[in-house]
């Protein structure tokens, strides 16, 4: 017969165990809801209240941090969120410069992540370390393809470019070096800023100099605003494009009768009423209703991004739990290999089709060209 003392220590070996095989699915979400990258980090901040709460049989729970736009702070929220907390994945951050930052921490400690981010380099080129990241959020080729297209069909033979000076505007400006030059479009003057910067008046003037037939601006957020507003107040005539970065509301509210006739690539979203059909409209036109129920507003397409996260989570779960229980890092290894196989995934934003070497996995379902008509958003025709 066990002495009493062999019963409590397997009680307690017992009780040490017990937590781990029936503990929660969870996930860390980092968010910018405070800062200049706010008006992206709010949507996906805000709908974290709309993910799966149970998936595969597993109830799942999340912890939301907000980095205050600050890369620092971003590092300080995924460490907490790996070491403290043990989370499976990670959803976030919102700004490309801090989702750089923290690649070799999701790297190291075996953390699939999750990035609703607009530049292409938290994936390509593919290393070790970025087979961890997965980009909810078209690539910055597939955008600029689509742009570079409409600028030749349209005669554009001259343009400058406008972008922010870290890792967004910099991935932008070479992708569409490359592309131009192989579609005959000369890049005339190239530009940088910071997104606090309160001035473009020099950038811009710069740019007018060299008469480009077009202007195309790199920036997320509130960001793409002052440099349109800046071209529109000193002269400048030609047609101005923006990126994907730039649709949400608030560029619209912002700009105000400077953005009309503002060209760009971006999901469907934007037009929902105007579209076909498809698995895409449906979630996303969901979504939209579920988020503005829940907080009197329609969101911005990169809430749509998070949304999408837990899509592509919500798919590739219950496969990773064949391997490992939740809080092991053989459950978040097998996580991370299923995502990489995600076939077929529909989202708010397009289909995602992931592979080893593309961890972002839009076709051109997920992009559609876009104008500013009378201050709203309208399909281009």
Do not use: C
């Amino acid at each position: 017969m066990p002495s009493k003392k062999m019963l409590s220590a397997l009680f307690l070996s017992t009780s040490l165990i017990a937590p781990l095989a029936n503990a929660d699915i969870k996930i860390g979400v980092v968010s910018s809801s405070t800062g200049p990258i706010a008006l992206v980090g709010i949507p996906q901040k805000n709908t974290v209240a709309l993910l799966p709460t149970s998936i595969g049989g597993e109830k799942v729970s999340y912890i939301s941090l907000d980095d205050g736009s600050d890369p620092t702070a971003t590092v300080k929220a995924f460490k907490k969120l790996i070491d403290e907390e043990h989370v499976d994945a990670i959803i976030g951050p919102s700004g490309s410069g801090n989702a750089m930052a923290v690649i070799q921490f999701a790297a190291e400690s075996g953390t699939p992540m999750l990035a609703p981010v607009g530049t292409a380099a938290v994936v390509l080129p593919m290393t070790e370390q970025k087979k961890w990241v997965f980009k909810t959020t078209q690539n910055d080729d597939l955008i600029a393809a689509a742009i570079v297209e409409q600028m030749k069909a349209s005669g554009v033979k001259t343009i400058g470019l406008i972008g922010t000076a870290d890792p967004y505007g910099e991935n932008w400006a070479k992708v569409m070096t490359n592309l131009t030059e192989k579609a005959g479009i000369q890049i005339v003057a190239s530009e940088q800023f910071q997104r606090q910067d309160t001035s473009m008046t020099g950038q811009s003037l710069k740019i007018i100099m060299t008469n480009p037939d077009a202007v195309l601006i790199a920036a997320p957020g509130s960001s793409s605003v002052m440099p349109q507003t800046t071209l529109k107040d000193q002269g400048y005539g030609g047609t101005i494009y923006q990126t994907h970065g730039a649709a949400l509301d608030a560029f619209l509210r912002l700009g105000g009768k400077a953005v009309e006739g503002t060209i760009l690539a971006a999901s469907s979203m934007l037009v929902l009423d105007e579209v076909p059909d498809s698995v895409s409209k449906e979630i996303a036109t969901k979504y939209i209703a579920d988020y503005k129920k829940l907080y009197g507003e329609v969101p911005a397409t990169f809430g749509g991004n998070v949304y999408d996260a837990g899509l592509l989570l919500e798919n590739a779960i219950p496969n990773a739990l064949k391997s490992g229980k939740p809080g092991t890092a053989e459950f978040r290894s097998a996580l991370r290999d299923t995502l990489e196989i995600s076939k077929e995934v529909p989202s708010t934003q397009g289909v995602y089709n992931m592979t080893p070497a593309d961890h972002s996995g839009f076709d051109e379902r997920g992009r559609i060209m876009i104008t500013v008509k009378d201050g709203k958003w309208a399909l281009l025709k």
